[in-house]
């Protein structure tokens, strides 16, 4: 009772925590000194993250940022001249990631940096120097655990599935495989699906499964209740279309693309998995507990107002 309660309580995070994904910093050197900025940051309840990035002492901007405002980010670009000596042993720092809860993906030359609320600034390195690919498993790692929308939906196969462990495994490796075809293909460009559509399909996806998992003892078992891993199957490739949607935004090195994407998707089963085990000990022993079905109800309401909050605007554009 106490365990699902403490998942209960974590339920009203996850309905304001719509996918906090990292902002992204590319700095591209040009000739004599002058570097183009590109910074996206993070939309979270409509509006961009308070963070603001700066840049070298020497970098000074040569006219204003220009910016866009999208649903998903606020993009601004601008150009800054940084001297004869350019970015190199210059250091770059994003301020407000302490309050902000993500990250801060930078880009310089051939490498790739990560800035957290721990190390809110670096040393940008010799073009072609430091870290590249390697970013990308924290960033995936990262990108699941504050994903609470698919963490939501694993944590309903556990409920659905029980301590049906083979069952379990199966279910959890079909939902895997099914989310990193999709990774791989959409993040390469292969096919092209519209963000939004797909996370309110994702919404979708969890409201089903809280319906099915609010089914009364003893009723007739449904598809999902008798083969969960085909329902895992189709449900992941929907959610690896969301995690490549995010991966979009930020972008894949050049050079690095396969080995980034590689170690991206691995980050994200590792979270994954530890957020599985994590759960299936929490729920051990619980299938008959009188939260589950405040838990069940609970994840009913989040997936439905995500399901309104995602897909009101696309039927706002179709109207209009």
Same mark, same amino acid.
């Given at each position: ?6 998942? @209960? @309580? ?7 925590? &719509? ?16 570097? !183009? ?17 700066? *840049? ?24 800054? !001249?940084?001297?004869?000596?350019? @970015? ?29 609320? !721990?190390?809110?600034?670096?040393? /940008? ?17 990262? &990108? ?5 929308? &698919?963490?939501?939906?694993? =944590?309903? *196969? ?29 993040? @390469? ?60 935004? $930020? ?18 089963? =590792? ?9 299936? /000990? ?25 399901? $309104? !909050? ?11």
């Amino acid at each position: 009772m106490k365990r699902l309660t403490f998942l @209960l @309580l974590l339920l009203p995070t996850a309905a304001v925590a &719509h996918e906090l994904r990292p902002s992204y910093l590319e700095l591209v050197p040009g000739e004599g000194g002058r570097v !183009d900025v590109v910074w996206r940051t993070a939309v979270a309840s409509g509006a961009p993250m308070p963070l603001e990035v700066v *840049l070298p002492s020497r970098c000074k901007p040569v006219a204003p940022p220009v910016a866009t405002l999208t649903p998903s980010a606020r993009v601004s670009r601008w150009t800054a !001249d940084c001297g004869a000596e350019g @970015l190199a042993g210059g250091t770059v720092r994003v301020e407000g990631l302490d309050r902000s809860g993500t990250d801060v993906l930078v880009r310089v030359g051939g490498a790739t940096l990560v800035l957290s609320a !721990d190390v809110p600034e670096a040393m /940008l390195p010799v073009p072609g120097e430091g870290p590249g690919a390697s970013a990308y498993l924290p960033l995936g790692v990262e &990108h699941i655990l504050l994903g609470a929308d &698919h963490l939501l939906f694993v =944590l309903g *196969l556990l409920l659905l599935v029980g301590q049906r462990w083979r069952l379990l495994l199966w279910t959890v490796t079909a939902f895997t495989l099914a989310h990193s075809v999709t990774l791989v293909i959409a993040a @390469l460009g292969w096919m092209d699906f519209p963000t939004r559509a797909v996370e309110a399909v994702i919404a979708l996806s969890i409201l089903l499964l809280a319906v099915e998992l609010s089914r009364p003892a003893g009723a007739v078992p449904s598809l999902a209740a008798r083969w969960p891993w085909v329902f895992a199957l189709v449900c992941g490739l929907l959610h690896g279309l969301g995690f490549a949607g995010a991966l979009s935004e $930020i972008g894949l090195p050049a050079g690095d693309v396969a080995v980034a994407l590689v170690l991206f998707n691995v980050g994200v089963e =590792l979270g994954q998995l530890g957020f599985v085990a994590f759960a299936a /000990l929490l729920l051990r022993g619980s299938e008959r507990s009188p939260a589950r079905r405040f838990v069940v109800y609970a994840m009913g309401g989040v997936s439905a107002w995500w399901l $309104i !909050d995602r897909a009101a605007p696309i039927v706002l554009d179709f109207v209009g």
